[in-house]
């Protein structure tokens, strides 16, 4: 007779083990590896196993009717219908995931107060973290007080279950999935699952991320199967989450005289045109190794902006000390803000500002052209609403926007150099 043997997987990652472990060796979180039965032993398939006939046969593409679009509920918070792309969908499973104290709980729960003041329908928030009291206090501190919202403490699979099929309701919010557990399911915990085993099978998940040092807060798409991938900004208060329906003036320092250093320039976050203010400070090091600090930005390609920016302009880096960085903890991995990066680097080495109305839009190389971006027309739209005036762009890019004309002076720039001469003159032109 086979000998069979136990097996071990994490309830974060899924991850499997031949024997168990305090911490998961794949995704290192603590006290998630249980223990699952043993599988009943079968024999092998063979490969002239008979096929079996499919209950659907496959269909051509073209035969298949898609019908009308999903109808969507508003959830009554529009940077959060934004993220689902529209709204949500009849059935939708959704997986919020961020670090600990984002503010994920106070976000749902005002999610929850709004579904049920608009639908007039139950609303279930479950919590397997805190208990109903302790959730009580934090809706009466942001608000969400509709009597329409229910709140319940469990942990239990079947009782969550009991809860749901109790009555009809509009929405069911669990807080969290890591904390429900059956007593049907194999192991030590008997944890359901976790948020990495759930992101294959949930139809939408969002990411809800900030620096931990100020108020803000992303809320990121990264799967949705109804929409396309979005970003939303939030500011962390005392009432709540609130909206920040014009993200672009968070990152951004507001300023009536241009100092040397700085730079806009438009990234993209999902479908969204964001501005966004690179920061550069140049000092002389005392130390035989300069040193290189990056914040809000990839340091990998600012290293290397740092040395095209040495070598196409002459600015002996190599012997000082460079800080970048982004506003507001803002964080920027778009290659389009390369320009903006660059002209910051030389405002700050040759102390001359970056004229206020100025925005630099395009991706360096590292022979020191300035080359094409996509999303071209939504980023000049972006700063042209803003009130930007000059706008240091790509070669070709006035064919690109196909016919639209900005109000704003679009100057084309080939290389560096250009981009140089064309800052120079802007800045001339704002002295007068």
């Known amino acids: 007779m086979a000998r069979t043997s136990s097996s071990y997987r994490c309830s974060a990652c899924g991850s499997t083990s031949a024997k168990w472990y305090g911490r998961c060796p794949k995704c290192g979180e603590f006290s998630t590896i249980t223990e699952q039965a043993p599988a009943a032993g079968t024999a092998g398939l063979r490969a002239t196993a008979k096929a079996s006939t499919p ?74 973290e805190e208990s109903v009291e302790q959730i009580g206090v934090r809706a009466h501190r942001i608000g969400a007080e509709s009597p329409n919202l229910l709140l319940a403490d469990d942990t239990e699979l079947s009782a969550v279950l009991g809860h749901v099929q109790a009555q009809p309701v ?41 620096d931990k040092h100020t108020s803000l807060r992303l809320l990121r798409t990264v799967k949705n199967r109804f929409g396309s991938l979005e970003v939303a900004a939030f ?66 390609r600012s290293a290397m902006l740092i040395a095209v920016c ?15 960085a982004t506003v507001a903890g803002m964080r920027v991995s778009d290659p389009a803000t390369d320009l903006a990066v660059c002209l910051a680097l030389i405002s700050a080495a040759e102390e001359q500002p970056v004229p206020l109305d100025l925005v630099a839009i395009g991706e360096v190389a590292l022979s020191g052209d300035v080359r094409p971006v996509p999303m071209l027309a939504e980023r000049v739209a972006e700063a042209t609403r803003l009130g930007f005036e000059r706008l240091l762009v790509p070669p070709g890019s006035r064919t690109r926007l196909a016919g ?25 032109t704002s002295v007068r």
């Open 310 to 324: 040495d070598r196409q302009v002459k600015l002996r880096l190599w012997e000082k000390d460079v800080f970048l």
């Open 170 to 210: 509009a929405l069911v919010i669990i807080d969290s999935v890591q904390t429900i557990a059956s007593t049907e399911v194999d192991g030590r915990a008997g944890a359901v699952a976790g948020p990495r085993a759930l992101e294959h099978i949930v139809d939408t998940t969002l990411s809800l991320d900030g």
């Open 404 to 428: 639209y004309q900005p109000a704003a002076n679009l100057v084309e720039v080939a290389n560096l150099a250009d981009a140089i001469r064309a800052m120079r003159r802007a800045g001339l």
């Open 55 to 128: 209950a659907r046969p496959a269909r051509r593409v073209t035969d298949v009717v898609t019908g009308e679009p999903a109808r969507r509920m508003s959830t009554g918070i529009g940077e959060f219908d934004r993220v689902l792309g529209g709204g949500l969908v009849a059935g939708q499973v959704c997986l919020c995931s961020g670090p600990p104290g984002s503010g994920k709980s106070t976000l749902l729960l005002a999610v929850a107060d709004s579904v049920a003041e608009r639908t007039g329908r139950p609303v279930l928030y479950v919590s397997g």
């Open 235 to 300: 500011e962390q208060t005392d009432a709540g989450m609130r909206e920040v329906v014009d993200p672009s003036s968070l990152f951004r320092e507001q300023r009536d005289v241009p100092v040397p250093g700085t730079c806009v320039g438009v990234t993209i976050e999902g479908q969204r045109a964001l501005t966004a203010e690179i920061q550069s400070l140049i000092t002389t090091s005392n130390s035989p190794n300069p040193r290189r600090a990056v914040s809000g930005l990839d340091s990998a």
